[in-house]
Protein backbone atom coordinates (compact mmCIF):
# COMPACT_ATOMS: atom_id res chain seq x y z
CA UNK A 1 0.00 0.00 0.00
CA UNK A 2 1.87 3.24 -0.99
CA UNK A 3 2.07 6.01 1.81
CA UNK A 4 3.45 9.24 1.56
CA UNK A 5 5.08 11.11 4.09
CA UNK A 6 6.04 14.89 4.35
CA UNK A 7 8.89 16.38 6.61
CA UNK A 8 8.89 18.37 8.75
CA UNK A 9 4.89 18.71 9.70
CA UNK A 10 5.19 22.74 10.41
CA UNK A 11 8.39 25.09 9.13
CA UNK A 12 8.37 28.83 10.21
CA UNK A 13 11.25 30.98 8.90
CA UNK A 14 12.70 34.43 7.97
CA UNK A 15 11.86 36.40 4.97
CA UNK A 16 14.99 35.44 2.40
CA UNK A 17 15.94 32.23 3.43
CA UNK A 18 15.89 29.31 0.93
CA UNK A 19 14.22 26.34 1.96
CA UNK A 20 13.70 22.54 1.33
CA UNK A 21 10.55 20.51 1.83
CA UNK A 22 10.69 16.95 1.79
CA UNK A 23 8.78 14.21 0.54
CA UNK A 24 8.72 10.10 0.53
CA UNK A 25 6.88 7.20 -0.96
CA UNK A 26 6.91 3.80 -0.19
CA UNK A 27 6.03 2.20 -3.70
CA UNK A 28 8.25 3.25 -6.46
CA UNK A 29 5.92 2.11 -8.74
CA UNK A 30 4.22 5.74 -9.84
CA UNK A 31 3.26 7.78 -12.62
CA UNK A 32 4.14 11.35 -11.79
CA UNK A 33 4.35 12.92 -8.83
CA UNK A 34 2.97 16.72 -8.00
CA UNK A 35 3.26 19.28 -5.86
CA UNK A 36 0.33 21.58 -4.21
CA UNK A 37 -0.38 24.65 -2.82
CA UNK A 38 -2.90 24.65 -0.19
CA UNK A 39 -4.48 28.27 1.53
CA UNK A 40 -6.41 28.03 4.50
CA UNK A 41 -9.36 26.99 3.65
CA UNK A 42 -8.97 26.96 0.11
CA UNK A 43 -8.51 24.27 -2.76
CA UNK A 44 -5.32 22.56 -4.37
CA UNK A 45 -3.25 24.96 -6.51
CA UNK A 46 -0.91 22.90 -8.55
CA UNK A 47 2.42 24.18 -8.49
CA UNK A 48 4.62 21.51 -10.36
CA UNK A 49 4.16 18.17 -11.30
CA UNK A 50 7.35 15.95 -11.53
CA UNK A 51 6.63 12.92 -14.87
CA UNK A 52 7.82 9.37 -13.35
CA UNK A 53 10.55 9.29 -15.99
CA UNK A 54 11.94 13.05 -15.15
CA UNK A 55 14.40 14.06 -12.67
CA UNK A 56 13.41 17.57 -11.43
CA UNK A 57 10.99 20.38 -12.82
CA UNK A 58 11.42 24.10 -12.19
CA UNK A 59 8.66 27.27 -12.24
CA UNK A 60 10.19 30.64 -10.80
CA UNK A 61 11.71 30.20 -7.24
CA UNK A 62 10.21 26.60 -7.26
CA UNK A 63 12.30 23.92 -8.09
CA UNK A 64 11.27 19.99 -7.66
CA UNK A 65 13.56 17.03 -8.06
CA UNK A 66 12.52 13.55 -8.11
CA UNK A 67 14.25 9.97 -7.03
CA UNK A 68 11.91 7.62 -7.71
CA UNK A 69 14.00 4.71 -6.37
CA UNK A 70 14.67 5.96 -2.89
CA UNK A 71 10.92 6.93 -3.19
CA UNK A 72 12.01 10.84 -2.42
CA UNK A 73 11.84 14.05 -3.95
CA UNK A 74 12.24 17.74 -2.52
CA UNK A 75 10.70 20.95 -3.18
CA UNK A 76 12.99 23.80 -2.78
CA UNK A 77 11.90 27.22 -2.63
CA UNK A 78 14.26 30.19 -3.16
CA UNK A 79 14.05 33.39 -1.18
CA UNK A 80 11.08 32.91 0.24
CA UNK A 81 8.39 35.38 0.97
CA UNK A 82 5.59 36.02 3.36
CA UNK A 83 3.38 35.46 0.82
CA UNK A 84 4.66 31.86 0.29
CA UNK A 85 2.78 31.02 3.33
CA UNK A 86 0.60 28.02 3.11
CA UNK A 87 0.61 24.43 3.28
CA UNK A 88 2.29 22.62 0.89
CA UNK A 89 1.22 18.64 -0.48
CA UNK A 90 2.72 16.32 -2.19
CA UNK A 91 0.35 13.45 -4.21
CA UNK A 92 2.27 10.63 -6.14
CA UNK A 93 0.29 9.41 -9.29
CA UNK A 94 -0.93 5.30 -9.34
CA UNK A 95 -1.74 3.53 -12.40
CA UNK A 96 -5.30 4.22 -11.81
CA UNK A 97 -4.89 7.54 -11.85
CA UNK A 98 -5.18 7.59 -8.35
CA UNK A 99 -3.52 10.34 -6.51
CA UNK A 100 -2.24 9.42 -2.93
CA UNK A 101 -1.00 12.91 -0.53
CA UNK A 102 1.10 13.15 1.81
CA UNK A 103 0.41 14.20 5.20
CA UNK A 104 1.38 17.97 4.41
CA UNK A 105 3.88 20.92 5.61
CA UNK A 106 2.54 24.14 7.13
CA UNK A 107 4.91 26.97 5.57
CA UNK A 108 5.23 30.01 7.77
CA UNK A 109 7.44 33.03 6.39
CA UNK A 110 7.86 35.68 8.65
CA UNK A 111 8.67 39.23 7.19
CA UNK B 1 -6.61 26.45 -19.01
CA UNK B 2 -8.68 23.62 -17.96
CA UNK B 3 -11.02 24.26 -15.12
CA UNK B 4 -13.23 22.13 -12.39
CA UNK B 5 -15.71 23.80 -11.45
CA UNK B 6 -16.49 22.65 -7.65
CA UNK B 7 -20.60 24.15 -6.21
CA UNK B 8 -21.53 25.03 -3.46
CA UNK B 9 -18.20 26.02 -1.89
CA UNK B 10 -19.72 26.13 1.58
CA UNK B 11 -23.01 24.55 2.89
CA UNK B 12 -24.27 25.21 6.49
CA UNK B 13 -26.93 22.72 7.06
CA UNK B 14 -28.92 20.78 10.06
CA UNK B 15 -27.96 17.32 11.40
CA UNK B 16 -30.29 14.68 9.03
CA UNK B 17 -30.07 16.47 5.62
CA UNK B 18 -29.17 15.10 2.32
CA UNK B 19 -26.43 17.39 0.81
CA UNK B 20 -25.25 17.57 -2.91
CA UNK B 21 -21.58 18.97 -4.27
CA UNK B 22 -21.42 19.23 -8.11
CA UNK B 23 -18.11 18.87 -9.67
CA UNK B 24 -17.89 20.32 -13.55
CA UNK B 25 -15.34 19.94 -15.59
CA UNK B 26 -15.78 23.33 -17.81
CA UNK B 27 -13.57 22.36 -21.08
CA UNK B 28 -13.00 18.94 -21.49
CA UNK B 29 -14.60 15.89 -21.03
CA UNK B 30 -13.98 13.84 -18.33
CA UNK B 31 -15.00 9.82 -18.07
CA UNK B 32 -12.84 9.77 -14.48
CA UNK B 33 -13.33 12.03 -11.73
CA UNK B 34 -12.31 11.63 -7.81
CA UNK B 35 -13.96 12.51 -4.57
CA UNK B 36 -11.45 13.49 -1.46
CA UNK B 37 -12.39 14.66 1.81
CA UNK B 38 -10.12 16.82 3.81
CA UNK B 39 -10.29 16.73 7.76
CA UNK B 40 -9.32 19.61 9.63
CA UNK B 41 -5.24 19.92 9.37
CA UNK B 42 -5.28 16.59 7.58
CA UNK B 43 -4.32 15.33 3.83
CA UNK B 44 -6.29 14.18 1.43
CA UNK B 45 -8.30 11.20 1.53
CA UNK B 46 -9.75 9.51 -1.24
CA UNK B 47 -13.16 8.31 -1.19
CA UNK B 48 -14.06 6.77 -4.39
CA UNK B 49 -13.27 6.84 -7.94
CA UNK B 50 -16.27 8.11 -10.60
CA UNK B 51 -16.89 6.58 -13.53
CA UNK B 52 -18.89 8.09 -16.19
CA UNK B 53 -21.68 5.96 -16.77
CA UNK B 54 -21.16 3.12 -14.05
CA UNK B 55 -21.17 2.82 -10.82
CA UNK B 56 -18.47 4.59 -8.46
CA UNK B 57 -15.79 2.61 -7.56
CA UNK B 58 -15.22 3.19 -3.31
CA UNK B 59 -12.07 2.94 -1.28
CA UNK B 60 -12.02 0.81 1.86
CA UNK B 61 -14.36 2.08 4.86
CA UNK B 62 -15.78 4.59 2.90
CA UNK B 63 -19.77 4.02 3.00
CA UNK B 64 -21.48 3.36 -0.30
CA UNK B 65 -24.96 4.33 0.87
CA UNK B 66 -24.05 7.56 2.94
CA UNK B 67 -21.89 9.03 -0.15
CA UNK B 68 -23.52 8.43 -3.22
CA UNK B 69 -21.68 8.83 -6.39
CA UNK B 70 -23.62 10.42 -10.04
CA UNK B 71 -21.72 10.72 -12.91
CA UNK B 72 -24.39 10.90 -15.38
CA UNK B 73 -22.33 12.66 -18.29
CA UNK B 74 -19.00 13.39 -19.16
CA UNK B 75 -18.76 16.95 -17.52
CA UNK B 76 -20.51 16.09 -14.27
CA UNK B 77 -19.92 14.57 -11.02
CA UNK B 78 -22.20 14.78 -7.98
CA UNK B 79 -21.50 13.38 -4.31
CA UNK B 80 -24.52 13.55 -2.75
CA UNK B 81 -24.11 13.18 1.56
CA UNK B 82 -27.17 11.09 2.54
CA UNK B 83 -28.46 12.00 5.99
CA UNK B 84 -25.45 14.20 7.37
CA UNK B 85 -24.53 14.01 10.62
CA UNK B 86 -22.09 16.41 12.48
CA UNK B 87 -18.83 13.81 11.81
CA UNK B 88 -19.84 14.39 7.81
CA UNK B 89 -18.63 17.90 8.36
CA UNK B 90 -15.49 18.11 6.34
CA UNK B 91 -13.80 19.65 3.49
CA UNK B 92 -14.58 17.86 0.04
CA UNK B 93 -12.45 18.57 -3.04
CA UNK B 94 -12.95 16.99 -6.64
CA UNK B 95 -10.77 16.05 -9.27
CA UNK B 96 -11.32 15.30 -12.94
CA UNK B 97 -8.97 13.29 -15.59
CA UNK B 98 -8.37 15.71 -18.59
CA UNK B 99 -7.95 13.23 -21.34
CA UNK B 100 -5.48 14.64 -23.45
CA UNK B 101 -1.99 12.58 -24.30
CA UNK B 102 -1.73 9.30 -23.03
CA UNK B 103 -1.15 7.75 -20.09
CA UNK B 104 1.07 9.60 -17.42
CA UNK B 105 0.77 12.83 -19.78
CA UNK B 106 -2.90 13.08 -18.79
CA UNK B 107 -2.93 15.73 -16.24
CA UNK B 108 -5.28 16.11 -13.34
CA UNK B 109 -7.21 19.09 -12.14
CA UNK B 110 -8.67 20.48 -8.88
CA UNK B 111 -11.87 21.62 -7.97
CA UNK B 112 -11.46 24.32 -4.85
CA UNK B 113 -14.00 22.13 -2.80
CA UNK B 114 -16.62 22.31 -0.48
CA UNK B 115 -16.59 22.99 2.89
CA UNK B 116 -19.18 21.31 5.00
CA UNK B 117 -20.75 22.12 8.57
CA UNK B 118 -23.65 19.95 9.91
CA UNK B 119 -25.05 21.42 12.87
Known amino acids: KQEVTQIPAALSVPEGENLVLNCSFTDSAIYNLQWFRQDPGKGLTSLLL?????REQTSGRLNASLDKSSGRSTLYIAASQPGDSATYLC??????????FGTGTRLKVLA | GAVVSQHPSRVICKSGTSVKIECRSLDFQATTMFWYRQFPKKSLMLMATSNEGSKATYEQGVEKDKFLINHASLTLSTLTVTSAHPEDSSFYIC???????????????FGDGTRLSIL
Open chain 1, 91 to 100: AVRLGTYKYI
Open chain 2, 95 to 109: SAREETGTGSNQPQH
Open chain 1, 50 to 54: IQSSQ
